[in-house]
Every structure is written in structure tokens, then in C-alpha cells.
């Protein structure tokens, strides 16, 4: 057996000198990768590894990030309590919502769990005295970072490097972590149960209860997603729940490939990269994203790693 | 060991099975016949939690299990194969059966180690009694169908039953696959003292290795009991053994 | 307790939004009986209805009876455009799992939403009520507009042509053959294809319809189409998807609950559309009159 390279860690190493590129922009367009490939990530542990199609994933995201949000705003709690708050408030709605949901399958799961993520973004968005309504949350508050100018080398970095330094460190960890789930035993039971339900079942796995628990596990890693992206884009909003966020991370997942680990995070990676360059040319980016996911969906089903992996076998087979 | 009592399903108006019992002794090898549309797969859905009976008991061990979740009747020692084909296609022949020995051992709320080395000298062992020892690193959907049927048997295997359900192990296959099936199947439940329970539609197979025979037909178990006495039951040459001679 | 002429008028102000959300969602839930495909496009449809709607009136003369005419050709066109992308892209992905046909519709909310800017602008359109319709009528001190009544009489006349269609014509009866059993119906020769195809044409044509007659109420915007994609959708699942008389009870349901829960919460009557889908997706999957799927 041929040694295994701790993959994230490689990853999170060179992702770490972003900053010293110089440019404002580049932490930025990171900063944002970063959180989105978390989020894909988390949604993958559902699509690509236990076979449910939730439409509803963007749920779990608003709920962290008004949950960090509203912690931090409103009640002054330091972004050490409020980050693990947001990714346990996401899990325990997962796990209420997605109850109902796992009893379910195909179509209909799909639709209650949007079902379920449109009463969320209603509340959201009309919940004015908690949420801010339709408004939102503008101004979410950085958290305190100044620890890190003490660090040498850091000192002469600005807040959103440093900001992206800890959103780095902290993706890094949850995917480290999630990376570990899907490579253990219960990992293995959530791929058998994307294979055959049926089969599962009679090996003595308690199928829906196997699916509730990766339901609950992806709402708890999407909840951190959120809460990262509400201190990052300055300001949390209903859209942050809408069913169209929920499609946006899908075709991230399936644009990189969700038959592969680091497939959504390529997806992810690759989608915001397009979005930033199109986007300087013309106004009508959801007209190029569609046409994408038309080509997607016809041509390439295993995303941009899958067909990766498949010219790699091809060139090793001559 | 398992012990059917007067078990009943209705679909609506139809009765699919009606009035089903037996007794099945330990490490007795027990074939169910019957034409097509008898019930055979229906009682096996019944006695493994598929399908919940509309009247009657199932018990396994004295413990009354009618009713129960399939995943909590596997885990009292009751395997079973289904008719058709039922693997999980795109995992490699390895990772097939030592899923069902990761669920088994109860790993499976194991989240933190690593899965690949778990269990792997237990697993290779098992492959080589199904002869599958070369094929472990194939993905199982891509392999033969009578190689699936031996990883299907792997998989039921590997929860370590104490009986063992399989419905039409031969179906599908071609007359030398079948012989070698019904072979290592022979094998196996004599080795582990298997009780076991399954249905065939091939004659031969029965009555080569069944040492009690229940005939089901329209939902009713028309005989029961040791191969001579069926054949000899005038009620079954006439509605089964009959239609073919 | 308001006065009954107020709880009356809200009654039937709720009867002509259900009635209009059911001829959108008579043809959503058309689709999923047959094709078994979720279409989020369906709200893009009623958008491009109403667009090609103003665009036929504004060539041939605002505020006349061409509006009829112009309802007609817009509806028309939007089922040739159903039936381009059925026959061209959609029917490769039946064989699929659920989650390509929903992106694949999703992709083409997302193309045909910029299309209609690229074409028509962002601004907002109006078209005015057909003359022959324009008045009012006083009914128990409520006053009603005619065309709200036309409204409300078209819905029950859609639901009665579908009816009719699925069970009193050749194409209904192979369509519910089909539903039954796809290969069986292809076995006897029946081109299963095409009937997909026209099912989806006229599924079109219900919500390119929708669109061109919602115009003398409401403004045409962007956005328009994933507000009310949301809408029937709620109203479908409610009343059972592919179920033609549940979609009829669901839209009856929306209206009335959208009506009233304004007055008894009004910031959340939103909220309970969506409350109610979800216990009706958590009790009853198929809806109050579908049937489960196997």
C-alpha cells in the first residue's frame, strides 16, 4: 500500500501564502473559495456519499450564519462561542427538519427538504425584530484577531488577511474532519447505503437512522460554512437560505464532481473563479452558469475531477 | 430455530400467502417450491421484515420477530440473499463484504478510524472460501452474474447468521455455475452448521441437497417434509411436480 | 370580527389568485404525471407567456380585443418552446436520476431569466384590460372587476378541458397508459415519445397562457418567474403532484390561506403556506389527492 499524503494539510500549506501576494483581492477571492468548498464539502457528505439529493442544503448555511450572526451582533458573544454555537443551532434544525425528510426518498425528499429550507428563509425574511427581515443583519462584527499581529510575520498584515488566515485554519480542520468521516466505518455504511438501501438494510444497518445522522452531520458543517461567510461578506441576509443558493452549491458539487472527495471543493474553487471573471465582461452571469450546467449535465456527469481521473487512467493505461 | 405460525398477507383483496406454517430445526437445509407467483418471495419478505404479515407470528429462537425492522431481525442471526441480484455496484469486491463485517462487529458508529485496514485478514478469508480471493479488488457491478450472486452470499455471510434465506441462489445462472453454487452453498452450511432456507426452481438443485421441502402454491403450503414424502404427496404431483412430467 | 362583505371580498380575492395559480400549476403538475419530471422551468414559461403577451399587444394595439388573440399566440409560442426543449434536451435525461432533470430545468430558469432581460429590459411592463371586460359588478356590496370573474370561471373551465382531454380523448387515454406502464405502451406501438413531447407542449401552453393573462393585473418584472415557481409549486404539492383535480384543491387552498392569513397574521401568512406544505410533504407526500409513487 503506497503512503497516504494528509491531503488537506498539503492543500491548507499553499493555500496559506495567499496573502503575501499583495493583493486585497486575491485574500478575498480565497477567503470566499475557501468557505464555499466547506459548504460543498458538507452538502457532498449527502449527495455524493449517502445518495440524498437534498435541494435544500442553503437552510443549514442561513441558519449558522444568523446564528453566529445574531450572537455576535446582538448579544456580544466572541466568535470562539459563536462559530461552534452556529454549527450546533444548523445540526439540531438538520435534525428536526431532516427526521421528517429521511422517511422520505427520492422526489419527495427533495422537495421537503426545500419545503423545509423555504420556511427557513420566510422566517428570515420576515422575522424583523430577530433577523432583520428582508434587510438582514448588516455589520456583523469582525472577531478579534489582533492575537494574530503578534505572531511574527503577521504583524504587518491587514485584517482581512488575517481574517482569512483563521477562516483557512478553521476549513481546514472541518474538512480534515469530514475527510476522516467518510474514510472511517460509518463512512462506509453511508456509501452502501447510497448503493443499495435495500441491501443495506438486511447487513443490519438502520438505514434511515444512518441517514438522519449524515443529514444532521452535513447541517452542522454547513452551519459553520454560513457563519464564516456572515462575518465575511460583512452582513447576513435571507438570500443566504433561498432555494436558489440551495441549486448554486448543488451544481458547485456536481460541476467538480460529487463521486470524489475534493470534487465540490474544485467545484467551488472553479465556479467563484468563473463568476469573477465573467462578471467583469457582462452582467448576464446566470446565462453562462446555465449554459455550463447544460454542458455539465449532458457531457461531462463525473465533473471536472471525474473527468480528470478518467484521463489519468487513460494515460497511465498506455 | 424458526418456527412460522399460521402466517397470513394480503395486497388488497389478494391473498399472497395464507395460513403458511412450519417449524425449521437447527442445521436443517429446508428448500420452499413452488410455481411461479406461490408466495416463495413473500413469505421470505415476511420472515425477514420486508413486509409486515397480516395476521400470524414469526419466531426466530422462541423470540417472537414478526413485525420487526429488517436491520433488527439481520442482527438476531437471520441472512438472507434476495432474488434479484442485490450488491452494491460500484464498491470494489473487498469493501462489499467487509462493509457487512464493519456492520456486524457494530463499527459502524465508528467514525474516526480509518476503514481500509479494519478487519482485512477476515475478510480475504471469507473472499477465498467463496473463491472470490482474486477478484477483491474488482468493483462488484462489473463482475459476472454468477460472481455477484457469490458476493451477495459473501455479504449475507459475513453477519455470521445462524440461518440463512436464499431466495433463487441459482437464478439466472448457467448449468455448470449452478452445480458449482449449489456446491460451495452445501459447503459452507455444512461447515458453519447453518440452518437454511431457500427457494429453487430447479428440481434437480432441491432435491440434491434439501433435506425438508415445503410446496407452496396460491399462498398455501400444499406438503412439508422430507423429499421422499413430497414427492410421493399425490396433491403435489398434481398441481406441481405434475405439470411437468 | 370584520364585516362579512370585507371577509367576503377577501374570499374571493383569494378565489382569483388560486384560480390563476391553477392554470399555472395545472400544467407543472401535467408534466410530473407523465414525465415524471419536476419542472422549475415552468414559472420561466409563465414569464416568457406574459412578455410575448405585451410584445403581441404592443405590435398590434394596446387596450383592444386583440388581447385575446395576443393571449392565444403567446401561449402558443411558449409551447413551441416547451416542445424545442423537450424534443432537443430534456427527453436524453428521463433515463437519469431526479437530480439531472431538476438542474437541467434549473439551468434553463437561469438562461431563459436572462434571455427575457436581454430582450425586454429590466424595467416593468403593464398591458391593460381587454375593453369588454374592463367594468365591474357590485356582488353582496363587494365590488368585483369582470375580468376577476373571467378568472374565476376560466379555472374550473381549464380543469374540466384537462379532464376531458386525459379521459375522453385517443391521446388521454394512451398518456394514462403510459403513466401505467412506459415500456408495456411502447411495446403496442404507441410512440411513447411524442406523446411526451405534446404533454410537454401543452404544459407549456397552460403557463405561457397564465403569463399572458396575468397581465392586466399584475406588472411583468424580472423575477416574476421564480416568484411564482415557488407559488405553484407549493400549490402541487399540496394538492397532490400529477394529480389533476388535487392541483384544482391546492390552488382553492393557497388562495384561501393566503387570503385570510394576511388578516390573522399578517407579516407570516407566507410562513404558513409553507408551514402547510411541509406537514402536508410530511403526512401525505402525494399530496391530499395523489396517489404515492412507486
Keep these: 500500500m503506497s503512503r497516504r499524503i494528509p491531503w488537506v494539510l498539503v492543500v491548507a500549506l499553499v493555500a496559506m501564502w495567499v496573502p503575501w501576494l499583495g493583493s486585497r483581492f486575491y485574500t478575498f477571492l480565497a477567503t470566499d473559495i475557501a468557505i464555499l468548498a466547506l459548504f460543498a464539502l458538507s452538502l457532498n457528505l449527502l449527495l455524493g456519499y449517502t445518495g440524498l439529493v437534498s435541494f435544500g442544503h442553503a437552510a443549514y448555511f442561513g441558519i449558522g450564519a444568523y446564528t453566529s450572526a445574531i450572537l455576535m ?84 498584515m491587514r485584517a482581512g488577511d488575517h481574517f482569512y488566515l483563521l477562516v483557512l485554519a ?138 480528470l481521473a478518467g484521463l489519468g487512467r487513460r494515460l497511465r493505461r498506455r | 430455530m424458526l418456527q412460522v405460525q399460521d402466517l397470513h398477507k394480503r395486497f388488497g383483496g389478494f391473498a399472497a400467502i395464507s395460513g403458511v406454517s412450519f417449524d425449521l430445526e437447527k442445521g436443517v437445509v429446508m428448500a420452499i417450491i413452488g410455481p411461479n407467483g406461490a408466495g416463495k418471495s413473500t413469505l421470505f419478505n415476511l420472515i425477514t421484515g420486508h413486509l409486515e404479515p397480516s395476521a400470524g407470528r414469526v419466531l426466530l429462537g422462541g423470540r417472537d420477530i414478526t413485525g420487526a425492522a429488517p436491520h433488527a431481525i439481520c442482527r438476531l442471526g437471520v441472512g438472507r ?22 456492520a456486524h462487529r457494530g463499527q459502524g458508529r465508528n467514525f474516526w478510524l480509518r476503514s481500509e485496514g479494519l478487519y482485512r485478514a477476515e475478510t480475504m478469508a471469507l473472499l477465498a472460501s467463496l473463491g472470490l480471493q482474486d477478484k477483491a479488488e474488482s468493483l462488484a457491478g462489473e463482475l459476472s452474474h454468477g460472481n455477484q450472486k457469490q458476493i451477495e452470499l459473501g455479504i449475507a455471510l459475513a453477519s455470521d447468521p445462524d440461518i440463512l434465506l436464499l431466495d433463487e441462489p441459482t437464478a439466472g445462472m448457467s448449468a455448470v455455475e449452478t452445480h458449482e453454487t449449489i456446491a460451495l452453498i452445501a459447503r459452507i452450511a455444512r461447515e458453519r452448521g447453518l440452518t437454511l432456507l431457500f427457494t429453487e426452481h430447479d428440481m434437480a438443485v432441491v432435491f440434491s441437497i434439501a433435506q425438508r421441502i415445503g410446496v407452496l402454491h396460491q399462498g398455501r403450503l400444499i406438503a412439508e417434509g422430507d423429499p421422499q414424502a413430497v414427492r410421493a404427496d399425490p396433491e403435489v404431483r398434481r398441481v406441481y411436480l405434475g405439470e411437468r412430467s | 370580527m370584520p364585516e362579512p362583505a370585507f371577509l367576503f371580498g377577501q374570499f374571493l380575492g383569494g378565489l382569483t389568485a388560486g384560480m390563476f395559480l391553477f392554470t399555472i400549476a395545472a400544467g407543472l403538475s401535467l408534466i410530473f404525471g407523465v414525465l415524471r419530471v419536476l419542472n422549475f422551468a415552468h414559472g420561466s414559461f409563465y414569464m416568457f407567456g406574459a412578455y410575448l403577451g405585451w410584445q403581441v399587444m404592443s405590435w398590434v394595439g394596446p387596450g383592444t380585443e386583440y388581447f385575446w388573440l395576443a393571449a392565444l399566440a403567446a401561449a402558443a409560442c411558449v409551447a413551441l418552446l416547451g416542445i424545442a426543449i423537450e424534443h432537443c434536451l430534456l427527453r436524453h435525461l428521463y433515463r437519469r436520476e431526479e437530480l439531472y432533470q431538476l438542474l437541467f430545468t434549473y439551468a434553463l430558469v437561469l438562461i431563459l431569466a436572462d434571455c427575457a432581460k436581454i430582450i425586454w429590459g429590466t424595467g416593468q411592463l403593464s398591458v391593460s384590460r381587454p375593453p369588454s371586460l374592463s367594468g365591474a359588478v357590485q356582488i353582496f356590496g363587494t365590488t368585483v372587476p369582470h375580468y376577476n370573474l373571467f378568472i374565476m370561471l376560466l379555472g374550473p373551465a381549464i380543469a374540466l378541458g384537462l379532464w376531458l382531454l386525459m379521459h375522453r380523448s385517443r391521446v388521454g387515454r394512451l398518456v394514462r397508459a403510459a403513466v401505467m406502464d412506459r415500456e408495456m405502451l411502447g411495446a403496442l406501438g404507441a410512440n411513447v415519445g411524442s406523446l411526451y413531447t405534446i404533454m410537454f407542449g401543452i404544459g407549456a401552453f397552460l403557463a405561457g397562457l397564465g403569463g399572458a393573462l396575468v397581465t392586466p393585473v399584475k406588472s411583468i418584472v424580472p ?14 404539492v399540496i394538492g397532490g403532484l400529477g394529480s389533476l383535480w388535487g392541483t384544482f384543491l391546492g390552488a382553492l387552498v393557497f388562495g384561501q390561506v393566503l387570503a385570510f392569513g394576511i388578516l390573522i397574521m399578517p407579516r407570516f401568512s407566507i410562513f404558513a403556506v409553507f408551514a402547510l406544505m411541509a406537514i402536508i410533504l410530511i403526512v401525505r407526500p402525494w399530496g391530499l389527492l395523489g396517489k404515492p409513487l412507486r
Design chain 1, 73 to 156: 451582533k446582538t448579544h456580544g458573544v466572541p466568535f470562539a462561542l459563536s462559530f461552534p454555537a452556529a454549527g450546533v443551532v444548523a445540526a439540531l434544525f438538520a435534525l428536526v427538519f431532516g427526521f421528517f425528510c429521511v422517511r422520505l426518498t427520492k422526489i419527495y425528499f427533495a422537495m421537503l427538504t426545500l419545503a423545509f429550507a423555504q420556511i427557513v428563509w420566510a422566517i428570515c425574511f420576515k422575522w424583523n425584530d430577530v433577523t432583520g427581515g428582508e434587510q438582514g443583519l448588516p455589520n456583523v462584527p469582525y472577531p478579534e484577531l489582533g492575537w494574530m499581529a503578534a505572531i511574527p510575520g503577521l504583524g504587518q
Design chain 3, 223 to 236: 423575477g416574476m418567474d421564480v416568484e411564482v415557481i415557488v407559488e405553484v409549486f407549493i400549490v402541487v
Design chain 1, 170 to 307: 478553521l476549513v481546514a480542520v472541518a474538512v480534515a474532519a469530514l475527510r476522516r468521516i467518510v474514510a472511517s466505518p460509518y463512512g462506509r455504511m453511508l456509501t452502501v447505503i447510497r448503493e443499495n438501501p435495500e441491501r443495506a438494510e438486511f447487513i443490519g444497518i438502520n438505514v434511515r437512522l444512518y441517514q438522519l445522522s449524515a443529514f444532521t452531520a452535513a447541517g452542522f458543517f454547513a452551519g459553520l460554512a454560513g457563519a464564516l461567510f456572515g462575518i465575511f461578506n460583512r452582513g447576513v441576509f435571507p438570500d443566504f437560505a433561498y432555494w436558489t443558493k440551495s441549486a448554486e452549491v448543488l451544481i458547485m458539487t456536481i460541476l467538480g464532481g460529487m463521486g470524489h472527495f475534493w470534487g465540490p471543493a474544485v467545484g467551488a474553487m472553479v465556479l467563484t473563479l468563473l463568476n469573477q471573471q465573467i462578471t467583469s465582461y457582462t452582467e448576464y452571469w446566470p446565462l453562462i452558469l446555465g449554459t455550463i450546467l447544460i454542458v455539465l449535465l449532458f457531457g461531462f456527469r463525473g465533473g471536472i475531477v471525474g473527468a
Design chain 2, 81 to 102: 440473499s434476495f432474488q434479484r441480484t442485490n450488491i452494491f455496484p460500484h464498491l470494489s469486491v473487498f469493501e462489499c463484504v467487509q462493509a457487512a463485517l464493519l
